[in-house]
């Protein structure tokens, strides 16, 4: 058993990132997106405190279990990947890189 809060944070570490990178961060069913300020500071971690991301499930082969999100950061946007029913988060460069993303989930 995992979150999305948890296997983003592992994520993040991988493109030099941390939870103050975060400038907006959508769940479904809940929406929450370009943050004030002031909401930020109410904010845990950066993520949103009760969150959709922190509920338990099997990122394990078989159906997909977790919520959809979307997170932005200064320099990323990282998403649910689903492979064979096992559940990752990809992450792409917000802005032009020059860099190509190769396919992610199944095919």
Known sequence: MTTWRKKIIESMRF??????????????????????????????????????????????FGGPEGCYFTVWTTGHVYFPVVYDG??????????????ATPHVGSW
């Open 15 to 60: 493109s030099a990132e941390t939870p103050q990178d975060i400038v907006g961060v959508a769940t479904s069913p809940n929406y929450e997106c370009s943050f004030t300020d002031e909401e930020r500071k109410e904010l845990d971690e950066n993520f949103g405190k009760d969150s959709a991301l922190d509920r338990e499930f099997d990122d394990g």
């Open 86 to 99: 096992a559940e990752s988060v990809g992450c792409v460069s917000r802005n032009p890189d020059g860099q």
